[in-house]
């Protein structure tokens, strides 16, 4: 930024002013979410975060224990509420309640530094059918409304984090980007109501999932290295999708008479297992890549200047919905135990690289595992490992996953370590009919690993993590098959 003269006063109060109210901090952020059977514990997360130089952290609720942990980290926060609330927050009352107790107490009681809220979670999403269509725009309204008569309006933005699939191209260049036909007058007036309260249009994009869908998308072109075969737009060259993907975005709010509305970038990552496309090496590829592309500041050729921008995601999370695909669990630049999957540089941290989370408490060092005397044909192995997998999480088994070399013996063992880890190794959750036995030697091989549980982590307000809960129904049916 070029600087101009004015008088030292001026300067002082011009600085001060930037600092106060700036809608964005410099650097990198992370989406933190908390789909896990087991989660780390806030704290711990917090000082990961500050460890690694993320200034900016994305949340996908407002749990309390995860903001009071964010207090006076000086981390710019982004809260979410989730898109079963939104018809809720058609009530201003309801709205106001929403702010009181997620953001007002936060800001002034705990020191955090609350800058956007998240009013739900790509709610015109095609698969969604236009169930949320009614109703997210009443509840942004309503959410700004109770912002302002806070006094945090000016402070505060409210946001719709949307999916790319909100907009389209109607010659397969980015010059052609409209919203998309079916919800045009939908997304219109939610951008707006974002143009006329000063607050930014939020879009994730995932090339991976343009390569997992359709075969023939051309590979390098989801990459950031320039090898992938030139996009001509009337002499705008695109070498990558994400260039593209965006600036089919600016040229749909520039129809549409919104040229000037901040962009976000939500969501941007790539998984690292669970498909044969997701894996640690492309995930690097393609993080280390991104970081490159924006770090200089340069922006894409529709929309020049610093990318503000969240990694997705942070740390696994191994309860998530695996509906689209067993890749969901495995987004994380971290393991669920907060360990650099991959070397990455953020160009935060003086080393160069991820740094791992620390003072991390396991379960005692066992696992459970096939018997060695099982035999394969006997009949309880099937629905064992079903019920194992069912309830756990073997989203690393299969072809072309981390743990795709393993045999028959593997799988299975694979599958009752899950069940048993996750269950924070109840001596009942290794049993499987006297399939199964508990070993202290570490089983994982090659690219895979056998996990090892952290302990539960007990939140405030006897909110309890870990699957513990489950006891009972796991005694029941341990009942029925032994």
């Known amino acids: 930024m070029g600087l101009f003269p004015f008088s030292k006063s ?20 992370a989406n933190w979410g908390t789909q896990s059977t087991h989660r780390l514990p806030p704290e711990i997360v917090v000082r990961m975060l500050k460890d690694n130089g993320i200034q900016k952290v994305k949340l996908f609720d407002a ?9 006076k980290s000086g981390l710019e926060v982004m809260v979410g509420i989730p898109n079963d609330m939104l018809s809720t927050l058609g009530s201003l009352k309801a709205a106001e309640k929403w702010v009181s107790k997620n953001v007002t107490v936060h800001m002034n009681d705990n020191n955090v530094n609350i800058r956007y809220v998240a009013v739900g979670n790509e709610p015109y999403l095609t698969t969604y059918n236009g169930t949320y269509l009614r109703t997210t725009l009443p509840a942004m309204q309503n959410i700004q409304t109770a912002l302002i008569k806070a006094g945090l309006g ?3 933005k409210v946001t719709c984090p949307l999916n790319a699939d909100v907009y389209e191209s109607s010659n397969t ?11 045009h007058g939908y997304v219109s007036q939610l951008v707006k109501f974002l143009s006329d309260n000063g607050c930014p249009f939020t879009i ?21 290295d320039g090898n992938a075969t030139p996009l001509n737009d009337g002499g705008t060259i695109y070498t990558n999708m994400f260039d593209a993907n965006h600036d089919t975005l600016v040229w749909a709010l520039q129809k549409n008479g919104f040229g000037n509305v901040p962009i976000i970038i939500g969501e941007i990552g790539w998984p690292t297992d669970g498909d044969r496309n997701a894996n640690a090496q492309l995930a690097q590829r393609f993080n280390q890549g991104f970081m490159q592309h924006i770090s200089g500041g340069k922006g894409t050729p529709m929309r020049p200047g610093p990318v503000d921008a969240y990694l997705f995601s942070l740390i696994d999370e191994d309860a998530k919905s695996i509906q689209p695909g067993n890749f969901e669990r495995h987004w994380g630049i971290l393991t669920y135990d907060g360990l650099p999957k991959y070397s990455l540089n953020l160009g935060t941290t003086n080393s160069g690289t991820l740094v791992p989370a620390r003072n991390v408490k396991y379960l005692e060092r066992k696992w459970c595992v096939l018997k060695p005397n099982a035999k394969l ?28 070399g ?14 048993y880890q996750i269950n924070n190794q109840l001596d009942d959750a290794c049993r499987f009919s006297g399939l199964a036995t508990v070993t ?4 994982s091989t090659g690219t895979c690993r056998f996990g090892l549980m952290i302990e539960p982590y007990y939140g405030g307000a006897q909110q309890k993590h870990g699957y513990t809960k489950t006891a009972l129904a796991l005694i029941l049916f341990l009942w029925t098959i032994v």
Request: glycine residues 10%.
């Open 173 to 183: 260049f980015p010059s052609g980007g409209d919203f998309r036909a079916q919800i």
């Open 204 to 224: 994730n994009i995932y090339p991976f999932i343009s390569l997992y869908i359709d075969p023939n998308f051309p590979v390098e072109y989801a990459f950031f």
């Open 154 to 156: 000016s402070q505060v």
């Open 440 to 443: 202290k030697s570490d089983p």
């Open 63 to 71: 749990d309390y224990d995860t903001l009071k942990a964010l207090g």
């Open 406 to 419: 393993l045999d028959a013996r593997g799988n299975i063992s694979y599958a009752f370590n899950s069940y």
């Open 10 to 29: 001026f300067g002082v109060l011009f600085l001060l002013a930037l600092l106060l109210f700036s809608p964005t901090v410099s650097g990198i952020g």
């Open 377 to 404: 044909d006997d009949p309880q192995i099937a629905p064992s490992m079903s019920y194992a997998c069912g309830l756990a999480d073997c989203t690393s088994l299969g072809y072309q996953t981390s743990c795709g």
